[in-house]
């Protein structure tokens, strides 16, 4: 009699906590529903007021093609002493850039004044220009420090020198300049000083710049003009 009773006990206890248990799942949809629409304002999206837990899709979509790399070159911006001259480049020229593009140095002058209130600015009296210092071996070229005169420079031809440039970018030994004559950038091949079209592929051109037709320019030629100063 005292094993039945105990047994019975045993068996009420189980069937008590599974009631519960039963009670406890079938009010949690209950429960969610009410969380979710308290949390469900005007205008929020469906799936934020009932978010579903979704399995993981077991056939991923392909991931994009890796771009093919270019070949990089070092890049090292000129130092304030860089040009001594930079005071007359810059009322001659505009706003002054210098890098130096694996061991060519790239010179580019906007053509907008750096003065003045007005907007655009205006064209500066010599307006755009882009010029190359290439280092022949000489670790004092490199310096980004040493003094780099413009006698040093060769003057690279825009095809159009009456717009104002900008650098926009510099993959590898290829300059991308903001030029807006042309319909978006033109691209300058460091290396050889030849321009291309805007739409010229940059890979191919960093790879094998002998595949692609350059853009008929003037002939570079040495020394960055400056005005004779004022006695």
């Not at 007359?88 to 002054?96: N, P, R, S, T």
């Not at 205006?122 to 210092?133: H, K, Q, R, S």
């Not at 940059?202 to 006695?231: C, D, E, M, W």
């Amino acid at each position: 009699m005292i094993k039945l009773t105990a047994l019975s006990i045993s068996l009420a206890a189980i069937f008590a906590l599974n009631g519960a248990f039963m009670a406890l799942n079938i009010n949690q949809p209950k429960a969610d529903a009410q969380k979710a629409s308290d949390a469900c304002k005007s205008g929020m999206p469906y799936d934020k007021c009932f978010p579903q837990k979704l399995k993981p899709n077991p056939h991923p979509l392909p991931g994009s093609p890796v771009t093919a790399s270019i070949p990089q070159v070092s890049k090292v911006p000129a130092g304030p002493k860089f040009p001594p001259q930079f005071r007359a480049l810059q009322q001659q020229y505009g706003q002054i850039n210098v890098v130096r593009v694996g061991r060519t140095w790239l010179l580019v002058g906007s053509g907008q004044s750096v003065s003045g209130s007005t907007f655009p600015p205006p064209l500066t009296p010599g307006g755009p220009i882009v010029a190359v210092d290439r280092c022949q071996g000489t670790t004092a070229c490199l310096n980004p420090n040493s003094p780099h005169y413009t006698s040093q420079f060769t003057v690279i031809p825009l095809p159009d020198p009456r717009t104002p440039v900008t650098i926009e970018g510099i993959p590898s030994n290829v300059a991308i300049i903001g030029d807006g004559a042309h319909d978006g950038p033109i691209i300058l091949d460091v290396n050889t000083g030849h321009w291309y079209a805007s739409q010229t592929p940059i890979y191919q051109l960093a790879r094998n710049p002998q595949s692609l037709t350059p853009l008929v320019t003037h002939q570079p030629f040495k020394g960055i003009p400056l005005p004779s100063p004022s006695p």
